[in-house]
C-alpha cells in the first residue's frame, strides 16, 4: 500500500492538472493570433540601439540585469557541481588499481576529431561574434566552442584534457567571464548614465561594429558559459571513466 | 506548406517526449533524450525562434546527454561495488 | 484551425508525460531526465505563444523593419529557460552520483529517508 501511495497520488494530481491545464490553455487566445504589445515595444527600442537581432537586444539590453542573475545561476550551479563531484581521499583509495587511460579509440573516431576542431571553434567564434547580427550569442557561441574542446578529448586523450585543466586556466576563464559582464556593467556606470547601460557609439546597424556593449558582453558571457560547461563535464568525465590500470599501459 | 511543417514537427515532439519517459533503461534513455533534443530544436526553428533552437540543440542534443551517459556510469559503478560488498539495503 | 491550439496541447501533454514518468521513475537518472522533460514543455508554450502565424524570426539582419515577426521578449525568457534547466540538470545529475556513492543504490524506493535510517541503528 505504502509503495503505491505515490503513484494514486500522482494519477489525482495529474488527472486534476490535465482538467485545470488543459481548461487554461483552451482560453488562451489561438496560437499565433495572440497580440505582442512588449514584443513591438522591444523590436522598436533594439533598432534604438541599432541591434539587428533583436532577441539580443532583449536579453543583453533591455533585460541585461536579469541575464547577470542568470549568469550567476550558472556559475554557482557549475561550482556546486564542481564540489560535489570531488574526489575523496577514499574514492581515491579504493580507485587506486585504475586510471584515467587513453582508453581504446578508433582511429576514425580520432580522425573526425581532429577535422573537426578547427571548424568547431571557426564556428563557435562566429557564432559569438556575429550574436548581435544573426541568430546566435554568447550562450550558444559558449557551448560550441566547449564542445570543440571534446573533440579535442576524442582526437587526443584525457591527459591532454587533464593538463590544461589543472593549470587553472578553466577556473580563471569562468571568474573572468562573470567579472567581465559585471565590469562592462560598472562601465556603464562610469562612463554612461547607469549599471549596464551602453556606453560605447552603437554604430550603424546591420554592421559588425555596432549595438554598442553587446558584443562585448557576448564575448564575456561565451568565456563563462564555455569554461562552466568544460568544467562540469569534466568533472562527470573524471567520475564515470577509469580504466584498469594494466589496459591503460 | 508552414503550416503542416510546424504541425508534424509539434505532433513528433510530443511522440519523442512520450518515448523519453517511457524508455525505462536509463542509458538508452539518454539517447532518446538527444533525439528529443533535435526535433525540439528543429520545432523551435519552425516555431521562428533561431536563436532558441541554437541553443536548445547544443544543450539539449549534445551537453545534457553526454552528461547523462556519464553520471549513468559512475551511478552503475557505485551501485555493483555495493553489491559485491553486500551492504545494500534490501527493499521492503 | 488545428494550429490555434496544437502547439497548447503538445506543451501540455509534454509537462504531462514528464509528470508521469517523475512518478513511476525506478532509477534516480531516469528521475532527473524526465524533470527535464517537464521543463521542455515549458519552452514549448512560451514559444507558442510568442509566435505569429505569417511571423518570421525576430532577427533583422536581412529582412525590413516593418515585417511581421515572432515576439522577442517571450524568445529571450526561453532562453534563460534553456540555460538555467541545464545548470539544474547538471547539478541534480551531481546530487544524484553522490547518492550512489553514499547509499549505493539509485533506486528511489530502496533509499529509505535518513532519518529512518537513524532511527533504526538507534533501535538495533
Known sequence: MRRQLPLVLGVLGGAALAVTG???????????????????????????????????????????????????????????????????????????????????????????????????????????????????????????????????????????????????????????????????????????????????????????????????????????????????????????????????? | MNAWILGVLLVLTAVTATAVVLTRDPGRQAAVLSAYGLVLGMTMLALAAPDVALSQIGVGTAAVPLIVVLAIARCERATNRSRERGDRSEPR | MTLDWLPYAVAGWVFLAGCYGLVTSRHLVHTVVCLSIVQSSTYLLLLAIGWTRGGTAPVYADIGRHRKVADPVVQAMTLTDIVVGAAVTALLLALTVQVAKRRGSVDPRELRSLEEESREERAG
Open chain 1, 22 to 249: 488543459f481548461r487554461a490553455l483552451a482560453a488562451l487566445p489561438g496560437a499565433g493570433h495572440v497580440p505582442h504589445p512588449y514584443g513591438e515595444r522591444a523590436v522598436a527600442d533594439a533598432f534604438h540601439h541599432d541591434t539587428a537581432n533583436a532577441v539580443v537586444a532583449v536579453t543583453l539590453d533591455q533585460r541585461g540585469f536579469d541575464t547577470l542573475g542568470e549568469e550567476l545561476i550558472l556559475l554557482a550551479a557549475a561550482i556546486g557541481t564542481v564540489l560535489l563531484l570531488r574526489r575523496l581521499t577514499a574514492e581515491a583509495e579504493e580507485d587506486a588499481p585504475h586510471e584515467y587511460g587513453p582508453g581504446e579509440i578508433f582511429e576514425g573516431v580520432r580522425l573526425v576529431g581532429y577535422v573537426l576542431l578547427p571548424v568547431t571553434l571557426l564556428v563557435g567564434g562566429y557564432v559569438v561574434l556575429h550574436g548581435h547580427l544573426s541568430p546566435g550569442g554568447g550562450f550558444q557561441g559558449g557551448t560550441v566552442l566547449a564542445s570543440a574542446l571534446y573533440l579535442a578529448y576524442l582526437a587526443a586523450d584525457h591527459r591532454t584534457l587533464e593538463r590544461l585543466r589543472t593549470a587553472g586556466l578553466l577556473d580563471t576563464a569562468e571568474g573572468l567571464g562573470a567579472f567581465g559582464y559585471v565590469a562592462i556593467g560598472l562601465a556603464g556606470l562610469v562612463a554612461g548614465s547607469g549599471f549596464l547601460a551602453d556606453w560605447l557609439p552603437t554604430g550603424t546597424v546591420r554592421d559588425l561594429r555596432s549595438s554598442g556593449t553587446l558584443p562585448l558582453l557576448n564575448v564575456s558571457i561565451a568565456v563563462e558559459v564555455g569554461a562552466a560547461f568544460v568544467l562540469v563535464v569534466a568533472k562527470f568525465l573524471e567520475q564515470a571513466i577509469l580504466v584498469p590500470r594494466e589496459e591503460a599501459s
